[in-house]
């Protein structure tokens, strides 16, 4: 089946233990992007990527990593977490739109994060 | 950078009926505009992209019409089901030959009663 794999899916921690998310997507797919949700403010993208070891800040980067070493994976890195990451994250992946198809974005089911 | 409005009152509609959505945006017209269905708790699902150049996208019951004129898209549910029950989301490309940097509208719930 075609998906993009989040785990952990519930995740609680505790101020400034660096964390890892991981996402990882089996439809070849070029394109991979973070978002966070939070409630009045909606998905906003943390980081995306267009291929392997290209990645570029979205428009709330801060207190986050991410790398693309394979295509199939991309990870989020939370160095040292604070409670205002506390939120619900989601990864999605798509392929190019120079293939012509309309494809949007496959999102993953969702990681809850709290930081205390 | 690109402010998206969707209107953030519910819309209640009655089942049959078709729920009209707006998707605003200021500054410049995005190449591709998408519409999502999430559901609560749950990641967004892709339902239709509509390009820059196209005015009108159909895929079963739905509906999507691009004003880049107005800078505005519509999106319709026609005779609408209780299961069509969800927020929807429209979201903005700004590029035209790649993508990542997607932008997300906050987002309209619609509410199906039978």
């Known amino acids: 089946e075609a998906q993009v794999t989040q785990n952990p899916r519930y995740l609680i921690t505790v101020t400034g233990k660096k964390l890892t998310v991981t996402c990882s997507q089996n439809?070849?797919?070029?394109?991979m992007s973070w978002y966070r949700q939070d409630p009045g403010l909606g998905l906003r993208q943390i980081y995306y990527?267009?291929?392997?070891?290209?990645?570029d800040k979205g428009d709330v980067p801060e207190g986050y990593k991410v790398s693309r070493k394979e295509k199939r994976n991309f990870p989020l890195i939370l160095e040292s977490p604070s409670p205002n990451q506390t939120s619900l994250y989601f990864c999605a992946s798509s392929l190019s739109p120079g293939t012509g198809l309309n494809y949007g974005y496959t999102f993953g089911s969702g990681t809850r994060l709290t930081v205390v | 950078s690109q402010k998206i409005e969707q209107n953030s009152e519910a819309l209640n509609i009655q089942e049959g009926k078709t729920a009209t959505l707006t998707c605003n945006y200021t500054?410049?017209?995005?190449?591709?505009l998408q519409w999502y269905r999430q559901d609560p708790g749950r990641g967004p699902v892709f339902l239709l992209l509509?390009?820059?150049?196209?005015k009108e996208k159909r895929k079963e019951r739905l509906k999507v019409t691009f004003d880049t004129t107005l800078k505005q898209s519509l999106f319709h549910i026609t005779a609408s089901q209780p299961a069509d029950s969800a927020t929807y989301l429209c979201?903005?490309?700004?590029?035209?030959?790649?993508?990542?940097?997607?932008?997300f509208g906050a987002g309209t719930q619609v509410v199906v009663t039978p």
């Open positions: 990527s267009m291929n392997v070891e290209v990645t």
């Open positions: 439809m070849n797919h070029e394109y």
């Open positions: 979201a903005l490309d700004m590029t035209t030959d790649s993508w990542g940097k997607l932008q």
């Open positions: 500054n410049y017209s995005p190449a591709y």
């Open positions: 509509i390009r820059e150049n196209e």
